[in-house]
C-alpha cells in the first residue's frame, strides 16, 4: 500500500496517475502492467495540512483501512521528504493520532524515512533528532541524504564494486 498525503487537492486517482508516471520513467527493470495493476489497489491519497489534526485522523483511517485490505499487518514506514522546519508538528500530528503508538505488543513496527540535509549544523541536527524522538525511537529514524540517491553517486558506487583495480582501494583497509 502507498499513501500519499499533501495540501494538493487530488482523489486517490490524481496521486495514481503521478505514481504511475514515475515508475514507469524510472523503473530499473521493464515495466508490468499486471504488477502495476496490484499496486494500485492498494494507492491511496489524503488531503491536509501538516497542522491539522482531523487531516491526521483522516490519514490513520486510510491507513488503518488499508491495513485491513492489503495485510501489512501493522508495519507502517513513514517518508517525509518535508522541510525540516515541519518535522516537529508531523512528528507531533503522527503521535497524537495514534499512527506512531509504541505501545504495540502485536509486534508490528513503524519507522521514518527523512530525505533531507538534517540541520546546518550539530545544534541544528540535534534539535531534528528531539523533534523526531517524540514520536519514534532513536532506531527506528533512518536519514537519508537525497544526493546518495543520485545517479553520480551511484555510478561512483557501481565503479568502486564493479571494478577490480579500485575496489581494493577504496575498502576499510586502506
Not at 496521486?15 to 492498494?42: C, I, M, N, S
Not at 527506528?140 to 568502486?160: C, M, P, W
Amino acid at each position: 500500500a502507498l499513501v500519499g498525503f499533501a495540501r494538493r487537492d487530488w482523489d486517490d486517482q490524481d496521486f495514481a496517475q503521478v505514481v504511475y508516471d514515475a515508475v514507469k520513467q524510472h523503473a530499473r527493470t521493464p515495466f508490468r502492467e499486471d504488477t502495476w495493476k496490484q499496486l494500485l489497489q492498494g494507492i491511496r491519497f489524503v488531503s491536509g495540512e501538516f497542522g491539522d489534526a482531523e487531516a491526521f485522523e483522516r490519514l490513520k483511517g486510510t491507513v488503518e483501512k488499508l491495513d485491513a485490505e492489503r495485510g501489512t499487518m501493522g508495519n507502517h514506514a513513514y517518508y517525509l521528504s518535508i522541510p525540516p522546519k515541519d518535522f516537529p508538528v508531523v512528528a507531533k500530528q503522527l503521535k497524537e493520532s495514534g499512527l506512531v503508538d509504541q505501545d504495540r505488543t502485536d509486534g508490528s513496527w513503524r519507522r521514518v524515512v527523512i530525505e533531507k540535509p538534517f540541520g546546518s549544523d550539530l545544534t541544528t541536527a540535534r534539535a531534528l533528532n528531539e523533534a523526531l524522538e517524540v514520536a519514534f525511537p532513536a532506531d527506528s529514524i533512518f536519514r537519508i541524504d537525497h544526493y546518495l540517491g543520485k545517479e553520480t553517486v551511484q555510478n561512483i558506487l557501481a565503479l568502486r564494486f564493479a571494478n577490480e583495480l579500485f575496489e581494493p582501494l577504496w575498502n576499510r583497509n586502506y
